[in-house]
């Protein structure tokens, strides 16, 4: 009878987790709590997950698809997974959106609302919204074939609940093995709808009237940039810099392997675009993020110009190790949403990223720790705030005996997240080479850095979940997102100053809601 009532209980307790799924917010029970599950950001509840598709703002709603196999925590025959959310914070979890068919798996790309119904798929005089993506058939690659990545089209008219499938690829093979990840926008600017696509060592770009029917106009990259490995996920848009009123187009491009530290990541270029093709006087390699963990980025489309902001989220993973990192439910999580800003700076453009300003409304608790000076270790007293699902803020001011300070997150049993800035060396670095687990593949413990020329002071802004930390510095001229697999919790923060002493000028820790 015990037992009868315990799988009862089980049983109970689960179909109404699924159903906070689905939904929205937990009260606390068992859903979404294994070990390392995010608890603000988005993960998928169960199975595995990579790149973030279809992003678009419509009626109020911030739509997540996402590349998804429902059979399995390593990759597999691609869905698109789907999520929505009013404020990309907040997420309730939505049916499977797009399935498999005949001409494929279901790989990334980009999802519009086609506000003059300019396909035609639209009914009853409302705009319909389009995902163009790309088939990837796997009959024809293990033939072979060269042709087996096309570009096919669905539509929704019931604000992305229900897809249909338009059938034909709307943009075919012209015979070259990588040709994927369409991104599409309407630019007012040309009349015309512009894709902008992901070709092995470089991007094509093409238009449309219609989505239906495509042409190509340009190509751009294949001696510029980072080369080393294949070119995915792409994004194009135009973007006025910060304070100033000049308008530049930047065009992001994953990249697979050839990232800073092994594996993926993102690279970005400013130029600009003239309705064909993208141009730039740009030599320097720049990367969106300089930790290991950010990869298939691209930003929302539909967004109102009232807001007018270019919001950004990425995959927080690496191809390096995303199939055998220590989770089993799930694989893999997406970054915090980010707003990437232009900014001028001695004569050169840089792509910021900074956190939205709704992750604000996660604060339940604050922490104001009264530091005026660090020297050697400084234990912060938490208050009962979570380590593992916090933000902080911290300005530094070096003084003449600074070298090495930062912020440490440590557990009992000693594993360590050390983040901090090396005057040294003019270096910041998130060192993760004692985080926490690691056997699942060497190269993961490891010590990131970026070249940062920081003045006398330097701000922090930290966000850390049960698996990640995102690191934000001076507003996100750079930017670290790194996941970590500690065996216990970190349970301590710590400020350090190595062989000299550092002032700080502000202090502010916040516990996190979950959003699950
Ligand atoms: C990037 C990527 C894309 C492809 C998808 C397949 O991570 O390789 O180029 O469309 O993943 O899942």
Not at 222 to 250: Q, R
Not at 338 to 353: A, Y
Not at 414 to 421: L, T
């Amino acid at each position: 009878m015990k037992s009868i009532l315990l799988l009862f209980t089980v049983l109970l307790i689960f179909g109404c987790s699924q159903q906070r799924g689905n939904s929205k917010v937990g009260d606390g029970a068992a859903y979404y709590s294994e070990q390392y599950r995010p608890q603000y950001h988005f993960s998928p509840d169960s199975m595995w997950m990579n790149d973030p598709n279809g992003m678009v703002f419509y009626e109020g709603e911030y739509h997540l698809f996402y590349q998804y196999y429902p059979d399995s925590n390593v990759w597999g025959p691609m869905h698109w997974g789907h999520a929505v959310s009013p404020d990309m914070v907040r997420w309730q979890h939505l049916p499977i959106a797009l399935y498999p068919d005949d001409y494929g798996y279901i790989f990334s790309g980009s999802a519009v609302v086609d506000e003059n119904n300019t396909s035609g798929l639209g009914v009853d005089g409302k705009a319909p919204m389009a995902a163009i993506f790309t088939y990837h058939d796997p009959v024809g690659a293990a033939k072979g074939e060269v042709d087996y990545q096309n570009q096919g089209l669905a539509f929704s008219n019931d604000k992305g609940r229900t897809w249909t499938k338009y059938g034909e690829p709307v943009l075919k093979n012209p015979g070259i093995i990588d040709f994927r990840d369409p991104k599409v926008s309407w630019r007012e600017e040309f009349g015309m709808w512009v894709m902008t696509l992901a070709v092995q060592d470089h991007i094509e770009f093409y238009s449309s009237t219609n989505l239906l029917d495509w042409r190509k106009t340009g190509e751009f990259g294949k001696e510029t940039g980072a080369h080393g490995g294949v070119w995915e996920c792409p994004d194009l848009f135009p973007i006025e810099a910060d304070g100033s009123d000049e308008i530049k187009w930047v065009l992001l491009v994953s990249i697979n392997p050839g990232g800073p530290h092994g594996g993926s990541a993102t690279q970005y270029f400013i130029g600009d675009f003239n309705g064909k093709t993208f141009n730039t006087d740009q030599t320097e390699i720049k990367w969106l993020d300089q930790g290991s963990d950010n990869y298939a980025g691209v930003t929302w489309s539909g967004i109102p110009n009232s807001d007018g902001r270019r919001l950004f989220l990425g995959w927080m993973s690496n191809w390096l190790y995303a199939q055998i990192v220590p989770t089993e439910r799930w694989r893999s999580a997406m970054t915090i949403p980010r707003e990437l800003v232009l900014s001028e700076i001695n004569n050169d453009f840089i792509l910021k990223s900074v956190p939205v300003k709704e992750l604000e409304s996660l604060r339940e608790t604050e922490i104001k720790p009264t530091i005026t000076t660090v020297s050697g270790n400084l234990l912060i007293n938490m208050e009962g705030v979570p380590v593992m699902r916090s933000e902080m803020i911290f300005d530094f001011q070096a003084n003449e005996s600074t070298h090495e300070f930062g912020i440490q997150l440590s557990n009992e049993k000693g594993e360590k997240v050390r983040i901090g800035y090396s005057r040294d060396e003019s270096k910041i670095f998130v060192d993760r080479t004692e985080a926490g687990v690691s056997s699942f593949l060497d190269e993961f413990a490891a010590l990131h850095t970026v070249s940062y020329v920081a003045g006398e002071s330097l701000h922090f802004h930290v966000f850390v979940d049960e698996a990640s930390v995102e690191v934000f510095v001076d507003g996100g001229k750079a930017v670290l997102t790194d996941i970590v697999f500690p065996g216990l919790p970190y349970n301590k923060i710590e400020l350090f100053s190595a062989r000299g002493s550092v002032e700080v000028s502000f202090a502010r820790i916040w516990g996190l809601a979950s959003i699950w």
